[in-house]
């Protein structure tokens, strides 16, 4: 599979993974709160994973993000704790199409069993600038592929502890039900629309796998948050595109600057339809608290922006 472009690992990296591989062969690292729960751990990379997982886990295993709530997931940087919970878990998890390239080094590193959520997805390519005819990497923004991802994790679940195996598939069938359900009232929704509308427009090209399942054109500003920084260029051409399909609403992400897309909303009387989330969930008190949160309230704002009918 053709694999995204890479920035050299740092060296500090490579300095920080030698000096806790070399700390936790003399037990200086431990985790607080693992001795009192002799549950198995899973480690996802982050939040959005984490949550996906915790639903198909139930009680039998505990679930943990490298990333925190509103973090940026493309650029991030790993720190000590973060390999030191690499170490001592019993299961990764990582979204793959080449996603978390910064976690690569150190999940090489330790001896800890390893699934990518997304093996068996269709790829969609990114279409445009340096990353042209890469896979883009967020197939979790369309719920038929997060049923996917639940089947890898009943499937590497249940090898961890096969005890519960039954219990691990019935929580990941309820769960892809309720995925469905989501998708379901998404398409209906934009059944309303005439063709040319049906079109999402965005900040980052984060939505690629959303729009193919629900029979939207797709355009954004950006193809991946590397740069977020918007050419003349890259807002010229979505300008263009959102006058030639009468495009009535336009988004942006919650992790980057909308200023971007403010202009082409100015150069073109789009509405700014809102606020999308992608890469992190929320805290327990905000908008998209779970997985099911961030697709029901994304898919209810496109819905609400192309249609007309914001409350």
Not at 200 to 229: H, I, K, M
Not at 252 to 260: A, F, N, Q
Request: hydrophobic share 40%; net charge negative; charged share 20%.
């Amino acid at each position: 599979m053709p694999r995204v472009p890479r920035r050299p690992v740092p060296a500090r990296l490579t300095l920080m993974v030698t000096a806790v591989a070399v700390a936790l062969s003399g037990c200086a690292l431990r985790l607080p709160g693992r001795a009192a729960d002799d549950r198995p751990v899973v480690l996802t990379t982050f939040t959005v994973l984490a949550d996906v997982a915790q639903n198909v886990a139930g009680e039998h295993l505990r679930v943990e993000s490298i990333t925190k709530v509103g973090a940026e997931i493309h650029g991030y940087e790993p720190t000590p704790r973060d390999i030191a919970q690499a170490s001592e878990a019993d299961l990764i998890l990582d979204n793959g199409l080449n996603l978390e390239s910064w976690f690569e080094q150190f999940v090489e590193s330790v001896d800890v069993p390893h699934v990518v959520v997304s093996d068996g997805v269709e790829p969609v390519d990114i279409t445009e600038d340096a990353y042209a005819g890469k896979p883009n990497p967020h197939a979790w923004m369309s719920p038929l592929n997060v049923q996917r991802y639940v089947d890898n994790m009943v499937a590497a679940f249940s090898e961890l502890d096969p005890g519960h195996a039954d219990q691990y598939a019935a929580n990941g069938a309820a769960y892809q039900a309720d995925l469905q359900e989501v998708q379901d009232e998404l398409v209906d929704g934009l059944s309303a629309l005439p063709e040319h509308q049906r079109a999402l427009v965005t900040c980052e090209g984060a939505f690629s796998y959303l729009a193919r399942d629900a029979g939207l054109a797709e355009r954004y500003v950006w193809p991946v948050n590397a740069e977020q920084q918007a050419t003349p260029q890259q807002i010229t051409g979505t300008i263009e595109f959102v006058r030639a399909n009468d495009v009535p609403a336009v988004f942006c992400e919650s992790t980057v600057s909308d200023k971007p897309m403010q202009q082409v909303v100015a150069a073109t009387g789009a509405r700014f339809g809102g606020t999308l989330y992608v890469d992190s969930l929320s805290e327990a008190d905000g908008p998209v608290p779970t997985y099911l949160d961030l697709i029901r309230y994304d898919t209810a704002t496109i819905l609400a922006g192309l249609t007309g009918d914001a409350s």
